[in-house]
């Protein structure tokens, strides 16, 4: 028999300088095991015992209380079915800095005397010397910033992390990278160092470009722990010993760019040889320790590296460097030209008709002045004749740079795209034999890719925000492609921490407290339906993948606050029209949300947006209510709260819906395809009027030229409900339907990543909005949970699932495989001469219900099994 595998803590491979004080651990059960009866855990002083449990996800540490920076190397073994296995291989994980008391480091800040414009200021660097007397066995440093940073020791950079501290709601949750120095340290002469720029903490963020979001200086706080070979520990930080000076780096920001100077370049300036004895010194600010905190997410990192497909001339004093793929990141140049040279790179998603970059179609606008704002996305450099150039204090969102001033004809190996983005595992995969929905999914996996930087964003380029919405209708999709546990607990609270005190939670999180002030016109647009029930349905979602328990407790007063006030707000107000035309309320109405700003469907095709406070979203709002007071209802009983209160809330809500949207017949007002695609998702139409309700959808769509209708909050939803409903037929028709608005559209038309609009690229080639929006992109779903058929159903983490494969459109083979919390999943079917054949593979410690498109049904446990029936 062999060993668990797949060690992993908190969800993290690599579990350094974590802060959960009971680490929660997970293994996979021994190939072929039908089922756990015990485990025992050896870590470090503990050791567990045997302990007769199924559970080996999220299995929480017990033993003695852990040391700051404490590393705990842990081992488990388990008996099964097969009897017992041997010990697993070691893993390990090491903890942080606990308290506001194990930091000797104090708050530093560069002296400024007037901070320049947002946009145009300069990087820092900032330095310390000192000497060690004695040898060292061990040494770790600690870090975190009001800005963004990167960290040196003797000349070189520590750590692959980037654009750190991230993105966080920086008065709850500051983010503390810990790093392994200890090959880094010299027996004598030392100097630590910082470049220091304004990352999101003060630089421009979000839509209109806020600048100072939550404050106006940056600052940096450092620690190195280093121990001795004889016991002894020193500590070095951050303090008014500490010097600065300004850096090569003449301006940087992450939605306008980065300027470099390279000849104001200081080689050997984190070395202990350099003299800093010019240089000014810093000054030591208060800070809190309190909201220091560890990420519960994988790192930024430089993920991959592009070489440019093609380089062209559209005029004589610039060049187009075309990669083939739109990815987030920037690009290093290795060819910067003399000495002077100034090279400007703008950055773009799509061509104009010169072939030229343009970016017309990524300008924002102010919302206040109602002006433009430019696309940004601009980088500069100035050669100092020798060298490269990689900004890594900004990113963008593109697939072609324009670099103008260089004198020499530029080649694919002097010009890199550097992809960067959280470094999250990949669990998820899908393959067929057409190849337009193979590069269909690999866009959306891309697309994701490029808004996975460290936050879920909603384009790379524009705005770069969290919308809540977008990643309440995408984190089903995400969790199967990704592990996006770790990314999406950050970001959960984050929106727990920017909540606001009336429970409502802001359209994007993070939202920087002083972005939007209570007289601008966003402040009209405070939350909405849809994009706050993110407080409910991400954390049930977590829960679904990953058997999380842990975030619904923590969660869990963040969503009784979003749904209490959803049910207050309806049972305050009465929409202005509703009321004249009834001026006597319903008893039904205390649960009718049809009052204030919402976003709506959100870009139905052919329908022109509008940001109106006055429109009636009840049928969408009302439905909402219902679903996110259900599922609380769920997670309170799953917790021991009080589950009947939320349950009350959903059945009015749903005795609502049904009173004002639908008919006796089955049919819904508003009578679009979104309404029937909520309708029969959410359960607002009762069983015995589903068959009308799907119906009168199909007839929808047919109306429509077998085109979707459908905008932001349905589309996700529209192929399974068809094909749930006994029409997979129209579902696959939609699929490969390539005529705007249609997903192959953008296939035929060069996508690599999915647009914001069905004509993001028009038939005549003009660009219109984003070219990578992540959300169109959840129909990928379909190929996983219907084309290949892996459903995740009750049981969460996949503990028992089903497979239960839906073929359609012409296809002769499709696979999908998933690695879920127990193990790999996998589902591969093909069709050869009238025979459907399917080869299914099951984890160890799991089961699988089995259903064949004939309607045979089987069960199946851990192994690899095959089923055949008549196509």
């Not at 970016?359 to 980088?379: I, M």
């Not at 949207?661 to 959410?682: H, S």
Request: aromatic share 10%; hydrophobic share 40%.
């Amino acid at each position: 028999m062999t060993n668990p595998t797949h060690l992993q803590v908190e969800h993290l491979t690599e579990p350094f300088g974590i802060d959960a004080r009971q680490p929660r651990l997970s293994w996979w059960l021994p190939a072929g095991a039908q089922a756990q009866l015990a485990y025992q855990i050896r870590a470090g002083d503990w050791d567990s015992g045997r302990i007769e449990s199924d559970q080996s996800v999220l299995v929480h540490y017990h033993g003695p209380a852990l040391a700051a920076g404490q590393r705990v190397r842990w081992q488990v073994r388990v008996w099964t079915d097969l009897g017992e296995s041997d010990w697993s291989a070691a893993g390990w994980w090491e903890m942080g800095l606990l308290e506001p008391a194990d930091w000797a480091a104090r708050w530093i800040e560069p002296v400024e005397t007037a901070p320049p414009e947002a946009g145009q200021r300069p990087g820092y660097l900032l330095r310390h010397g000192f000497s060690l007397a004695k040898p060292v066995v061990r040494a770790r440093a600690y870090a975190t910033a009001h800005g963004v940073y990167e960290l040196f020791l003797n000349g070189q950079r520590i750590g692959d992390a980037e654009l750190t501290p991230g993105f966080t709601s920086y008065r709850s949750h500051l983010l503390v990278q810990a790093y392994d120095i200890t090959d880094f340290l010299e027996p004598s002469a030392n100097a630590v160092g910082a470049v220091l720029t304004d990352g999101w903490f003060r630089g421009r963020t979000g839509f209109g470009r806020w600048p100072d979001g939550y404050g106006n200086r940056v600052g940096l706080l450092a620690q190195l722990v280093i121990d001795h070979d004889d016991g002894t520990r020193t500590i070095i930080g951050t303090g008014p010993d500490w010097r600065f000076s300004t850096a090569d780096i003449v301006a940087a920001d992450l939605m306008d760019g980065q300027v470099v100077d390279v000849r104001k370049a200081l080689p050997g300036w984190s070395a202990a040889a350099w003299d800093d004895s010019e240089w000014a010194k810093t000054l030591e600010i208060s800070g809190d320790f309190g909201n220091l905190k560890a990420s519960p997410a994988p790192p930024v990192r430089r993920i991959q590296e592009i070489r440019p497909v093609r380089i062209s001339r559209p005029a004589p004093d610039r060049q187009v460097i075309d990669l083939g793929q739109n990815i987030n990141g920037w690009v290093r140049v290795d060819s910067l030209g003399p000495a002077g040279t100034s090279l400007t790179l703008t950055h773009g998603e799509a061509l104009a008709a010169d072939g030229d970059v343009t970016t017309d179609h990524l300008a924002a606008f102010n919302f206040v002045t109602g002006e433009p704002l430019p696309a940004g996305q601009v980088d500069q450099v100035i050669s100092a004749g020798e060298g490269s150039f990689e900004p890594r204090h900004t990113t963008h969102g593109f697939q072609y740079v324009r670099i103008q001033g260089h004198p020499q004809e530029l080649t694919a190996a002097d010009v890199t795209g550097v992809v960067v983005h959280t470094d999250l595992r990949r669990t998820g995969w899908f393959d067929c034999d057409d190849d337009r929905i193979n590069r269909l999914h690999e866009a959306a996996v891309w697309s994701f890719r490029g808004n996975a930087c460290d936050v879920p964003t909603d384009c790379p380029t524009r705005e770069r925000a969290g919308w809540t919405g977008d990643w309440q209708l995408y984190v089903p999709t995400a969790a199967f492609l990704y592990d996006v546990a770790g990314f999406s607990l950050k970001w959960l609270r984050d929106l727990a921490a920017d909540q606001y005190e009336d429970g409502a939670v802001p359209q994007f999180v993070p939202y920087p407290p002083d972005a939007v002030t209570p007289d601008s016109p966003l402040a009209t647009l405070r939350c909405s339906a849809g994009w706050g029930d993110a407080a409910v349905i991400v954390p049930w979602e977590l829960w679904r993948a990953y058997g999380d328990k842990d975030v619904l407790a923590e969660q869990y007063d963040s969503m009784t606050g979003w749904v209490d006030y959803a049910a207050k707000t309806a049972r305050q107000n009465r929409h202005p029209d509703r009321a004249a035309a009834r001026p006597e309320p319903a008893p039904h109405e205390a649960f009718l949300w049809d009052s204030g700003f919402h976003w709506g469907e959100w870009l139905e095709p052919g329908e022109e947006p509008a940001l109106d406070p006055s429109r009636d979203n009840g049928p969408i709002a009302t439905a909402f209510l219902h679903y996110s007071a259900a599922l609380l209802a769920r997670i309170a009983a799953l917790l021991g709260k009080d589950a009947a209160r939320y349950q009350e809330i959903a059945d009015g809500a749903l005795a609502a819906w049904r009173a004002e949207y639908l008919g006796a017949d089955g049919t819904v007002n508003p009578p679009t395809q979104a309404t029937y695609v909520r309708a029969l998702k959410m359960g607002l139409v009762p069983p015995e009027l589903q068959p009308a309700a799907a119906a009168e959808l199909v007839r929808l769509v047919r109306a429509a030229g077998t085109h979707l209708t459908t905008g932001f909050l349905a589309t996700p939803d529209l192929l399974p409900t068809l094909s749930d409903h006994g029409y997979p037929d129209v579902a696959y028709e939609l699929l490969f339907q390539d005529s705007a608005p249609a997903w192959l559209t953008m296939i035929d038309r060069g996508a690599s990543t999915i647009w914001e609009d069905w004509e993001g690229i028009s038939a005549t080639g003009e660009p219109k909005a984003s070219l990578n929006h992540y959300s169109k992109g959840a129909v990928v779903s379909f190929l996983h949970t219907r084309t290949a058929g892996i459903r995740l159903g009750d049981s969460p983490a996949y503990r028992r699932f089903s497979i239960e494969p839906v073929p359609g459109g012409g296809l002769t083979r499709a696979s999908a495989q998933h690695d879920s919390p127990y193990g790999r999943i996998s589902s591969q079917w093909q069709i050869t001469d009238g025979l459907f054949e399917l080869t299914v593979e099951i984890p160890a410690g799991t089961s699988a219900g089995i259903r064949l498109p004939d309607g045979t049904s089987a069960d199946a446990g851990p192994g690899t099994h095959t089923y055949r029936c008549n196509a």
